[in-house]
């Protein structure tokens, strides 16, 4: 009876030894998860209604057309041979399974941030996912940069690898925001200006960029900031929903909403907000004063085409129709996205919270280059916007660069 009765003890122990260890295995898969989220690996690894994480969308750069590999653990075409180890080294350096130098498309001069524990807790998640048997095509890169040994050199001048360290400093919620926007959340990679390697210009960090035909705004929060008249309220709000009193989410920043943000713990959304915040900007000089007949012309398309939805005076109707007043968009000092609106249109994106999506039609068939022109230097320049002018050179470029399409 007593043998009987440890040997039931000692089988308990065993079961219960299982089963946590089943926990901590699933709890580990769920933070990789987590992170996968965070990151918006699925934004990059998917082209849209395609097989999720297969690779093959198009990335375009200045330099030519990168494809995103497939991050799926099929064995042919994906990471099914890929270890851990090999894992880490293309987040952490930036090289693949064969050593070979990956692009910095692939954003591990941010991932590099990343501690070896987080890295992991991706793979494992990864491997859960179906596998896909999907090739990627080849990128479309000219001579030299089609050799991948030529990074090497601009890894040497503006990669510097190593985990993100805490400022002591600051608070453990500015840290884990700091760490969340310069880590696996690689704002920079769209908010950020680069040089002519294709590297961020770190003096205009967060300050706005250009990526795909498109300008990303001044996402700093602090004094002079794109988002100094945003509270961490709304910048949570914005993460969270698509959605705050001041904007709306669209194109490439709706899907970082729709895979990656919506997602987020609030926690981590309010420690993003609370590092942006502390981020000051520089005060920039108001551009010259338009033409006032270009003004007279703008502010007559704009009360026939805009002002019903976006009122008269630029204010709109917060979350749905965006104010124009005060936006960091229109402000923003590359008028692409601006150009690129009224050329064709946008769509809010639906998100958990806000469901049905909310849509503004394009004006690029009706509107010739000068009267898109107008309205965009018009909107730029009233109700205390300081965008400044927009030529109608700059809305036949545009125009032209996307009558080609997408790669």
């Known amino acids: 009876m007593r043998k009987r009765a440890t040997l039931l003890v000692a ?22 998860r987590y992170l996968t989220q965070a990151g918006n690996c699925q934004g990059c690894h998917t082209p849209p209604g395609e097989e999720p994480f297969a ?44 050593g070979s130098q990956l ?42 940069l089609s050799w991948r040994f030529t990074v090497a050199g601009w890894n ?16 453990p919620e500015w840290n884990r925001g700091a760490y969340l926007v310069e880590g ?46 945003w ?28 895979y990656s943000t919506q997602h987020m713990a609030e926690t981590d959304l309010k420690s993003i907000a609370t590092y942006l915040k502390d981020l000051e900007g520089e005060e920039r000089a108001r551009p010259e004063t338009p033409d006032d007949a270009v003004m007279k012309a703008g502010a007559a ?22 104010p124009l007043a005060g936006s960091n968009k229109v402000n923003n000092p590359d008028a692409t996205t601006v150009i690129r609106v009224l050329l064709e249109g946008a769509r809010a994106v639906p998100t958990k919270a806000h469901p049905s999506p909310l849509t503004m039609p394009a004006f690029g068939w009706k509107l010739d280059d000068d009267g898109l022109a107008a309205v965009a230097t018009y909107v730029r320049s009233s109700w205390g916007n300081s965008g400044g002018a927009v030529e109608a050179d700059e809305v036949r470029d545009l125009r032209a660069v996307l009558a080609e399409g997408p790669p």
């Open 11 to 32: 089988g308990s122990a065993l079961l219960g030894a299982t089963d946590a260890g089943r926990a901590n295995d699933f709890a580990e898969i769920a933070r990789g």
């Open 55 to 98: 690779g093959s969308r198009a990335l375009e750069t200045p330099f030519g057309v990168i494809y995103t590999p497939n991050i799926t653990f099929d064995m042919q075409t994906g990471l099914g041979r890929w270890t851990k180890d090999d894992f880490w080294r293309a987040m952490h350096e930036g090289k693949a399974k064969d």
């Open 103 to 144: 692009y910095p498309a692939f954003p591990y001069p941010h991932f590099t941030k990343m501690p070896r524990e987080d890295v992991d807790a991706i793979y494992d998640y990864l491997t859960t996912l179906d596998p896909v048997r999907k090739k990627k095509p080849e990128n479309e890169l000219p001579f030299p």
């Open 156 to 171: 040497m001048t503006f990669f510097e690898p190593g985990v993100f360290q805490p400022d002591p400093e600051k608070s």
């Open 184 to 229: 696996p959340g690689h704002c920079s990679g769209c908010h950020t200006e680069k040089n002519l390697l294709g590297a961020d210009k770190k003096s205009k960090h967060l300050a706005g960029g250009r990526l795909e035909n498109w300008s990303a705004p001044d996402i700093r929060g602090g004094r002079h900031g794109g988002l100094e008249t």
């Open 231 to 258: 509270s961490q309220e709304e910048i949570v709000e914005f993460l969270r929903t698509g959605r705050n009193a001041h904007s709306a989410a669209f194109s490439i920043m709706s899907e970082v909403i729709s």
């Open 301 to 322: 398309i704009y009360s026939d085409n805009c002002s019903a939805c976006h009122v008269s005076d630029g204010s709109g109707v917060p979350r749905f129709f965006p």
